[in-house]
DNA sequence: CGTAGTGTTGAGTCAAGTCAATGGTTGTGG
DNA sequence: CCACAACCATTGACTTGACTCAACACTACG
């Protein structure tokens, strides 16, 4: 079953990561109706004060959840890939509390919130699996809160590195040597709350320590062990299951 | 009905500030079992790497959510208010990715993981209530990474007294000129990712500013809305509906 | 070939950290 | 009642990681 049969299959099999589905399940999710939405670069998804009506889920590209201060700062609170829902944060809150922007061009395929809603209540199994997926995205919020506060720069970075990877590897995402990461440092600066200059200098010295390779924005990892020990980086927040990545 | 008939009360009016609970949701809330453990200060609630099979809730006294880093550095990634629950985060996850801890002598209500998730699923109410609560959890853990990530050190101590305030205030917890801040220096500074030092100038810059008083750890507010703009605060990620606090 | 966006670098500054000492308060036991 | 200990708050002197400002280089693209 590679080539899937409906766009929301790639829901159900990130769902089932965390959480059973039967068949029935399945079937009943692969049944609802969808949309399909081309996202721009820098267009956005959600913003901060909608009521969403519907329910995205990523289906290609990459996509970033992030708040601004007042004065105009902005911080990134989370990072979206292939597979990953986009909307479950606000299933069942009135307002959205921040914002969810296409990092690169993306497909997002779009349900009803409200027949997700019915959906979950009359299958127990799906409500519960999109109850988890908010709550692995909130552990990985409460990680990053540790990231920015307590770890210094290079650290930070190497995490985030390491995140990336391990939830690109379970999507089979990465390819030989890495990944892209289709990001600017200014971006990378607002994951890390950082500057961009001194991600920039950061990024130079993790290369210069053998830590990683950069050839454009395709990072790959010549000591990936390493990077996990200078970033700091335990997986078991992530709840994939399992143990280390080979 | 000002004075609880059972300990869960708490409970339901907490869950009903954010989600519609009828009078059978709440009933049946009330009719589970519990029991009280009362807990001392820095007495653990949650380790990480538990498995919890228990929910609590907090009825007396504070609590707060911490990760620590490899090198024992620690973050507090969340602060609880009577009335919190504490486990809805680990409702349908194997295993804790953090430690929640006692800040004061605490009383916390235990109510058996397994059959909460029955009600959930027999009433969907209360279900949409847990899941709801813990969606709120996930926005002040986001506000939480941008506090800490993208502002001066006398804007996320000021946003975080602003939090506290308000959440204690929608709790009917305040006293006339403030609240009390059961914490220490060096906690507050694990919240903010600061150092206990630099805490302390700040706290004392803010003091001395007029933005607040303190009497051990009394903490009042000459100028409530001058303390807000410090600390950058708007409290739609709290979700209490309504507006500003007067 | 010009322009815009991004990446890179240098020089100087500053917010926050580190280290270390002093003071205050609370509680305990003699 | 005092002495002591433990814990916490406060302060000073010094260091440093990260920021700011500003220039320059590279690449993609029309």
Same mark, same amino acid.
Request: hydrophobic fraction near 40%; aromatic fraction near 6%; proline fraction near 5%.
């Given at each position: 079953?590679? $080539?899937?049969?409906?766009?929301?299959?790639? #829901? !159900?099999?990130?769902?089932? !990561? *965390? $959480?059973? %589905?039967? /068949?029935?399940?399945?079937?009943?999710?692969?049944?609802?109706?969808?949309?399909?939405?081309?996202?721009?670069? &820098?267009?956005?998804?959600?913003?901060?004060?909608?009521?969403?009506?519907?329910?995205?889920?990523?289906?290609?590209?990459?996509?970033?959840? *992030?708040?601004? !201060?007042?004065?105009?700062?902005?911080?990134?609170?989370?990072? *979206?890939?292939?597979? /990953?829902? #986009?909307?479950? &944060? +606000?299933?069942?809150? /009135?307002?959205?509390?921040? @914002?969810?922007?296409?990092?690169?061009?993306?497909?997002?395929?779009?349900?009803?919130?409200?027949? %997700?809603?019915?959906?979950?209540?009359?299958?127990? +199994?799906?409500?519960?699996?999109?109850?988890?997926?908010?709550?692995?995205?909130?552990?990985?919020?409460?990680?990053?809160? #540790? @990231?920015v506060g307590r770890r210094a720069a290079p650290a930070r970075i190497a995490h985030v590195l390491c995140e990336l990877g391990v939830r690109l590897e379970a999507q089979g995402l990465t390819n030989d040597h890495g990944y892209h990461l289709p990001m600017t440092q200014e971006q990378l600066a607002d994951v890390v709350g950082l500057t961009p200059? *001194?991600?920039?200098? !950061?990024?130079?010295?993790?290369?210069?320590?053998?830590?990683?390779?950069?050839?454009?924005?395709?990072? $790959?990892?010549?000591?990936? =062990?390493?990077?996990?020990?200078?970033?700091?980086? @335990?997986?078991?927040?992530?709840? %994939?299951?399992?143990? =280390?990545?080979?």
């Amino acid at each position: 079953m590679s $080539s899937p049969k409906s766009s929301l299959e790639l #829901l !159900t099999r990130k769902l089932s !990561t *965390h $959480s059973p %589905l039967d /068949d029935a399940d399945r079937d009943a999710i692969l049944a609802l109706p969808w949309t399909i939405r081309t996202i721009e670069p &820098q267009g956005y998804i959600v913003r901060e004060g909608d009521v969403p009506a519907v329910c995205g889920v990523l289906l290609t590209g990459f996509a970033f959840r *992030h708040k601004l !201060t007042g004065d105009g700062a902005r911080q990134i609170v989370a990072l *979206h890939i292939p597979g /990953d829902p #986009l909307d479950f &944060q +606000n299933f069942y809150l /009135d307002e959205s509390d921040h @914002n969810v922007q296409a990092l690169t061009r993306s497909d997002v395929a779009l349900i009803d919130r409200a027949e %997700l809603r019915e959906l979950s209540i009359a299958r127990p +199994n799906v409500g519960r699996a999109i109850f988890v997926s908010t709550l692995v995205d909130a552990s990985i919020f409460r990680e990053w809160i #540790l @990231n920015v506060g307590r770890r210094a720069a290079p650290a930070r970075i190497a995490h985030v590195l390491c995140e990336l990877g391990v939830r690109l590897e379970a999507q089979g995402l990465t390819n030989d040597h890495g990944y892209h990461l289709p990001m600017t440092q200014e971006q990378l600066a607002d994951v890390v709350g950082l500057t961009p200059v *001194h991600v920039n200098r !950061t990024l130079k010295a993790l290369e210069a320590g053998g830590l990683i390779k950069r050839n454009r924005r395709q990072v $790959s990892f010549p000591d990936w =062990q390493a990077l996990r020990d200078v970033g700091d980086f @335990n997986q078991r927040y992530l709840h %994939l299951g399992g143990g =280390q990545r080979a």
